[in-house]
């Protein structure tokens, strides 16, 4: 269920509860909290979940993935490391005079 960018809150996350058989849940950009992903504990079929820009706080993450054991949960905002080597500086060639 595709919910990305919408004005889904805790409040409607409730009427998901009836969906046993949703898999797939991406709330990426909602003011969805903890409190309301956790509404949904009892769907058994859910296996993932996407919560890059809401409003769980970094501290709840834990408790998520606790009470969601069997679901991936996706906090986005990923980070590459820089490696030395991944940049190059490109100079004209330099000209005769």
């Given at each position: 269920?595709?919910?990305?960018?919408?004005?889904?809150?805790?409040?409607?996350?409730?009427?998901?509860?009836?969906?046993?058989?949703?898999?797939?849940?991406?709330?990426?950009?909602?003011?969805?909290?903890?409190?309301?992903?956790?509404?949904?504990?009892?769907?058994?079929?859910?296996?993932?979940?996407?919560?890059?820009?809401?409003m769980v706080?970094?501290?709840?993450?834990?408790?998520?993935?606790?009470?969601?054991p069997k679901?991936?949960?996706?906090?986005?905002?990923?980070?590459?490391?820089?490696?030395?080597?991944?940049?190059?500086?490109?100079?004209?060639?330099?000209?005769?005079?």
């Amino acid at each position: 269920l595709q919910l990305g960018y919408t004005k889904v809150t805790d409040k409607g996350l409730a009427n998901l509860t009836a969906l046993q058989n949703l898999r797939y849940l991406n709330l990426v950009g909602t003011a969805v909290t903890e409190k309301g992903v956790l509404q949904l504990k009892d769907l058994k079929s859910l296996r993932s979940i996407y919560l890059y820009q809401t409003m769980v706080k970094k501290s709840e993450w834990n408790d998520l993935k606790k009470a969601f054991p069997k679901t991936f949960i996706d906090s986005g905002g990923y980070t590459v490391p820089f490696l030395p080597n991944d940049t190059m500086e490109v100079k004209p060639p330099k000209t005769k005079q």
